[in-house]
C-alpha cells in the first residue's frame, strides 16, 4: 500500500522561508514523477512544482524564482524550498507522486495534505 508523509508546513511571516518535504513507500511501480499541488479556500487544486524520473522540473508561474522542487531518489522523497513566501501562497499543499504502469499509462496518489499560512 502506498504511503506517503507529508511535513513541514506551519505559519510563517511574509517574505519567510519553509521547506516541505515528502516521502514515499509501498510503490509497485517505477516512479514517474513526484510534485506540489495547492488548494486555497474557494479555489481549485493547482500545481505548484514537479520534477520528472529524469529531474526536469515544471513550476507554476506565480512561484517561479522563489520555490525550489528537488528530490531524493534513494529516499523515494520529495522537496519544496519556499522563500520570500507571500500572503497569496496561503493554502492546503499536497504532496503528489505518479507512477509508470505501463507505458502511456500512470496511477497516483496523494499526500494527506498540509496547511502553510502566510501571515503576519
Known amino acids: 500500500q502506498v504511503q506517503l508523509v507529508e511535513s513541514g508546513g506551519g505559519l510563517v511571516q511574509p517574505g519567510g522561508s519553509l521547506r516541505l518535504s515528502c516521502a514515499a513507500s509501498g510503490g509497485k511501480f517505477p516512479m514517474y514523477a513526484m510534485g506540489w499541488y495547492r488548494q486555497a479556500p474557494g479555489k481549485q487544486r493547482e500545481l505548484v512544482a514537479a520534477?520528472?524520473?529524469?529531474?526536469?522540473?515544471t513550476y507554476a508561474d506565480s512561484v517561479k524564482g522563489r520555490f525550489t522542487i528537488s528530490r531524493d531518489s534513494a529516499k523515494n522523497t520529495v522537496y519544496l524550498q519556499m522563500n520570500n513566501l507571500k500572503p497569496e501562497d496561503t493554502a492546503v499543499y499536497y504532496c503528489?507522486?505518479?507512477?509508470?504502469?505501463?507505458?502511456?499509462?500512470?496511477?497516483?496518489?496523494w499526500g494527506q495534505g498540509t496547511q502553510l499560512t502566510v501571515s503576519s
Open positions: 520534477i520528472m524520473s529524469g529531474d526536469s522540473t
Open positions: 503528489n507522486v505518479k507512477w509508470s504502469v505501463v507505458a502511456g499509462l500512470q496511477t497516483e496518489n
